[in-house]
């Protein structure tokens, strides 16, 4: 299996910030990665996917780069509705994996 | 836009089998392919397999020995079965679909919480 790591684990950040979250895989998974956030008691919402495209409905202050096992989610000014839990996922092979998450909250 | 819902019981007994479905709304089962995803509380989330509609399937091999799921056509449905719960078992779980060229999920349920206990 992949494995997916994620730093930091947790992220304290204030509204405006830039906030950067970074993603590696146990090997390469090419640009088939996908970026998920995910708020308490709610299903995970799709923000990213190959990487660097922005899903329909989601606000340009997210982007996504990467190739290969290193990968990164940035939001250029963090939003009070931001304030959540982001995953990364990879779907390069079978089985998908997910990483453990990074927490963003408030400072 | 698809809209997709779990439903079945909240509890189910250690040894027993878990069965879940999920219904597809405004869209057609024939449409994607569908994924069943699970959450332990306070833990990352897990890719169980998926499935599609002519058949087509994978499952994650820590599962694979327990893990059935099949397609309703008639019902716009696809369901899960974990057979031989235990306690580890206990988790929200997610039908989601990927439905464009790429495997990301871009449709999910809502999530239904299944207890493993007596």
């Known amino acids: 299996d992949i494995q997916m790591t994620q730093s930091p684990s947790t992220l304290s950040a204030s509204v405006g910030d830039r906030v950067t979250i970074t993603c590696r895989a146990s090997?390469?998974?090419?640009?088939?990665l996908a970026w998920y956030q995910q708020k308490p008691g709610k299903a995970p919402k799709v923000l990213i996917y190959k990487a660097s495209t922005l899903e329909s409905g989601v606000p340009p202050r997210f982007s996504g780069s990467g190739s290969g096992t290193e990968f990164t989610l940035t939001i250029s000014s963090l939003q009070p509705d931001d304030f959540a839990t982001y995953y990364c996922?990879?779907?390069?092979?079978?089985?998908?994996?997910f990483g453990p998450g990074t927490k963003v909250d408030i400072k | 836009q698809v809209q997709l819902q779990e439903s079945g019981p909240g509890l189910v007994k250690p040894s027993e089998t878990l069965s879940l479905i999920c219904t597809v709304s405004?869209?057609?089962?024939?449409?994607?392919?569908w994924s069943w995803i699970r959450q332990p509380p306070g833990k990352t989330l897990e890719w169980i397999g998926y499935?599609?509609?002519?058949?087509?399937?994978s499952y994650n091999p820590s599962l694979k020995s327990r893990v059935t799921m099949s397609v309703d056509l008639s019902k716009n449905q696809f369901s899960l079965k974990l057979s031989s719960v235990t306690a580890a078992d206990t988790a929200v779980y997610y039908c989601?679909?990927?439905?464009?060229?790429?495997?990301?999920?871009?449709?999910w349920g809502q999530g239904t919480l299944v207890t493993v206990s007596s």
């Open positions: 090997q390469s998974i090419l640009g088939w």
């Open positions: 499935m599609s509609y002519i058949g087509s399937s």
């Open positions: 405004g869209g057609s089962v024939r449409s994607s392919y």
């Open positions: 989601a679909g990927s439905s464009g060229s790429s495997w990301n999920f871009d449709s």
């Open positions: 996922q990879q779907y390069n092979s079978f089985p998908f994996t």
